[in-house]
């Protein structure tokens, strides 16, 4: 794996940011809700107009992880209230997972707000890479939850995670 850096995504990044997303759902979701359903998920919440709003989106950041050539990584998080932030994603190319990326990622989006108190964030139930990798640092499951994907209800896993202020 090349060295790779981490950085605030910008208007330009956000077709690659959408390719790794598209590519990454499919990676991981495809065997749960089939590649149809996963088309039209992904059609609608990562369309640039979305991405474009989220990158616009006050109290938040929204990160991307280069290794100079292309983007291997994506994570976005928003402060809810003062302490309270929400992670809204993060995800890595299948290709470029298992060398810290993710864990860099996660780090990096925390680091972008002062005193954060609490993190939480959603996961399908049955992702169980994400959930391992979120359990690993230090999230634990509070509830499950219902969600419309697409028009489809699905359950959520809700996790969070209690840090100590800066």
Known sequence: MKAYSIRPATEADLPAVRALLQ??????YDPI???EQVAAISAQWHALDALRADLESPR??????????SILGTASARDLTSGDVTLGRLYVLPTAQGYG???????????AFD???RVTLDV????????????HH????????????????????VFEKHLTPK
């Open 101 to 111: 990326i993710g864990t860099a990622l996660l780090d990096a989006v925390l680091a």
């Open 138 to 157: 230090g999230f634990h499951r509070i509830a499950i939850e219902e969600r419309e994907n697409a028009g489809v209800k699905e359950p959520a896993a």
């Open 23 to 28: 590519a990454t759902w499919h990676d991981t």
């Open 115 to 117: 005193d954060v108190h």
């Open 60 to 69: 938040s950041v929204f990160l991307v992880a280069r290794d100079g050539t």
């Open 124 to 135: 399908e139930p049955r992702n169980f890479g994400a959930i391992g990798f979120y359990e």
């Open 33 to 35: 809700f089939g590649a």
